[in-house]
């Protein structure tokens, strides 16, 4: 039997990622910017009911994150969708898939550098115009990239410190919401059901809070065991991350009245809780979750450019390896100049909604290559979901579910970038037939 997931050989990146950093890149990738201002929106089109829907849109992704689980599993190099996406439908679905994903990580990227940059304008006037939001976007892409380039040990650490200080936060609010309010934090559920408009609506909005956990895959070159740390990360990682988005939700509802009307709600409730002092916490909170996130962002998809080239669908140049740091540090230091250029030009807030539906196509294509790439590990000793082909099925039809829902401009704007990523293909192609 052939041995599929040795495709390390080419790879040049150290296997430093243990359980804890594939557990910090998926709760990193969960928990962004969406959870400090997501309890608003729920708790406006389904009211007390909205913690159900926390819960429900976990198990809307549990399949699909399954699926990630057992593909993870199975391969221990680096580009996770190129890998799935290549062996299962040849090269170019392979580049299409980690194109798309790159493309939502570069984007998000970016748009969490400018709400990183507004929070840092809390404290710093200056930092929110002009030159000086010019100054503070470098500073802050800058110091990312070179935290990427230096290792991924220092990706690590820096991600660690950023994750326990979000965690503190967070639980923090959670904790003293439970003491001040006491009984009052858990509703009575004595209030009409939502129309199923509704509840498909908050089931929409409260998605975007449950994707960005498939970047853990990607580092599989960099893990020492993908083949047990990979499922048991990502596990992990949306079970935690489930039970407080529902902590959260309780406590912001019961301590500001009208959550439903706030636009800052996890600061209105820090700030009824604690005070001005519990509005610098929170702030506090929001910078650190930000951060860890960009870190994670720029972790995982540098190495899609990497895989890419490795695998010579792009230039080799990206997939050059620093000599003294190990790290992809070209893609790293092209992730970082793209990223500032769309942060700083703002004009690339139109395409964010358009993140969610590419990375649904990317979670159907690796759902789809279960069926046909599980007869090829049997015998490895991978993570097979058991069932059958049965999860496999509801992750499809949950991504189709979240499909019928996006807008027109979102799916014009995907294939758009799906005709460039094809025409990039092409050249790539060109040029390994000229090699």
Request: net charge positive; with cysteine; aromatic share 12%.
């Amino acid at each position: 039997m052939p041995d599929y997931s040795n495709s390390e050989v080419q790879e040049k990146l150290p296997r430093n990622l243990g359980l804890w950093g594939i557990w910090m890149l998926v709760v990193n990738g969960l928990i962004g910017a969406g959870i400090f201002g997501l309890p608003s929106g729920a708790a406006r089109l389904a009211g007390e009911y909205s913690v159900w829907i926390y819960a429900f849109c976990a198990l809307l992704m549990l399949p699909v994150i399954l699926c990630f689980a057992e593909l993870g599993s199975y391969f221990r190099g680096t580009g996770g969708p190129i890998k799935y996406g290549k062996m299962a439908f040849g090269s170019f679905i392979g580049f299409q898939g980690g194109w798309l994903y790159y493309l939502a990580r570069l984007i998000s990227f970016a748009a969490n550098t400018v709400l990183l940059t507004d929070s840092i304008a809390y404290f710093l006037p200056i930092a929110a115009e002009g030159y000086g939001r010019i100054i503070s976007l470098a500073i802050t892409v800058g110091a990312l990239t070179l935290i990427n380039v230096l290792g991924s040990v220092e990706s690590i650490r820096s991600m660690t410190l950023f994750t326990i200080i979000k965690f503190s936060v967070l639980i923090g609010l959670v904790f003293v919401g439970f003491v001040v309010l006491g009984p009052d934090v858990i509703p009575n559920f004595n209030s009409p059901l939502p129309s199923s408009t509704n509840l498909g609506a908050a089931a929409l909005l409260l998605i975007y809070a449950f994707v960005g956990f498939e970047g853990a895959v990607v580092p599989a070159g960099e893990a020492k065991r993908p083949q047990r740390d990979m499922p048991l990360g990502l596990l992990l990682g949306l079970g935690i991350v489930v039970v407080l988005y529902m902590l959260i939700q309780l406590v912001s509802q019961a301590a500001v009245p009208d959550l439903a009307a706030s636009k800052t709600p996890l600061l209105d409730a820090a700030s009824a809780l604690l005070g001005s002092t519990g509005a610098v916490l929170l702030m506090i909170g929001v910078a650190t979750s930000v951060l860890a996130n960009l870190i994670g962002s720029m972790f995982s998809a540098t190495r899609i450019t990497y895989g890419l080239a490795i695998e010579k669908s792009l230039p080799k140049w990206f997939g050059e390896v620093h000599s003294n740091y190990l790290t992809p540090a070209n893609s790293v230091l092209f992730f970082g100049v793209v990223a500032f250029i769309l942060a700083a030009m703002g004009s690339f807030t139109f395409l964010a909604a358009m993140t969610v539906l590419s990375r649904l196509f990317l979670f159907i294509m690796s759902c789809v290559a279960i069926p046909v790439l599980r007869p090829k590990f049997k015998n490895q000793n991978g993570f097979v979901i058991k069932g059958g082909l049965l999860v496999p099925i509801l992750g499809v039809l949950a991504c189709l579910w979240l499909m019928l829902q996006v807008s027109w401009t979102s799916v014009w704007l995907t294939g758009i970038l799906i005709l460039i990523g094809t025409i990039l293909y092409w050249f790539g192609r060109q040029q390994k037939a000229v090699e």
